[in-house]
């Protein structure tokens, strides 16, 4: 329900706050909220796909573009042949300091029913064990008003995301913005087989998938420790 979902999000906000000093948005999902599953054997109908014709490979630095190095690598064993990798060489001030972006290519109508799919996974963590991104969809200009910000750990495994949200806005094509964050303390994550398309208003929204429950077990769960240091002899 919104209202848990308010309540996880509060909660992941404290644990990554007291966990390092980077600034943070708030996350906010649309105002429809999030269901749990999608709805067994609807098929979905014919969507507007709002990435171009490279998909993931549109997505580009912006920001602090000194502080990550991004670039493609090959993805074995994946629906998709090629990812991209972001190695985060300093820290960012925020985590929208330094992201990656992509300009929508189709026309958004406010109310139409987004759906984002992304396999991601962390080559190398932060020092302090985790590794992070958040996906964004927002307005490409002042006011950059957010239809969602969805917060992830990454694993070290490719995993498949899934996120179902409601556009806040009207958008012509080119003023909407779909970002990937990396503002984080140094990591290196990869991201592939995005996917990002506008069922305008042919769907229910329950019909969407999502992968949101397990991320938030993903979220909550504790960071993996360090071996313990082996007692000296004496």
């Known amino acids: 329900s919104p209202m848990s979902l308010r309540t996880f999000s509060a909660l992941t906000i404290l644990s990554l706050a007291l966990a390092s000093c980077i600034k943070r948005e ?7 909220g999030f269901a749990e599953t999608g709805i067994p054997g609807v098929p979905l109908p014919k969507g ?8 993931t490979l549109e997505l580009e630095l912006n920001g602090t573009k000194e502080k990550v190095n991004l670039g493609p690598v090959a993805a074995e064993g994946q629906p998709f042949q090629e990812a991209l990798r972001a190695e985060g060489k300093e820290a960012g001030g925020s985590e929208w300091s330094v ?4 300009r929508t290519v189709a026309a958004v109508k406010k109310g139409d029913l987004l759906h984002a799919t992304f396999y991601v996974r962390s080559v190398k963590p932060q020092e302090g064990g985790v590794a992070e991104t958040a996906f964004v969809f927002e307005r490409a200009q002042e006011p950059y008003t957010k239809s969602v910000t969805y917060p992830i750990r990454v694993t070290p495994e490719w995993r498949k995301v899934a996120v179902r949200f409601t556009a806040e806005e009207s958008y012509a094509p080119g003023e909407a913005q779909m970002i990937f964050r990396l503002g984080y303390e140094p990591q290196t994550i990869e991201v592939g087989g995005v996917t990002v398309v506008n ?3 042919k769907v229910a929204f329950a019909a969407l998938p999502t992968t949101e429950g397990a991320d938030r077990k993903i979220m909550a769960a504790p960071l993996p420790k360090e071996p313990p240091l082996p007692l000296r002899a004496g």
Do not use: D, N, S
Request: glycine letters at 14%.
């Open 48 to 55: 507007i796909m709002l990435l171009g014709p490279k998909g």
């Open 199 to 201: 069922y305008e208003k």
């Open 99 to 102: 992201q990656m972006q992509a």
């Open 26 to 32: 708030c996350i906010c999902p649309g105002e429809a």
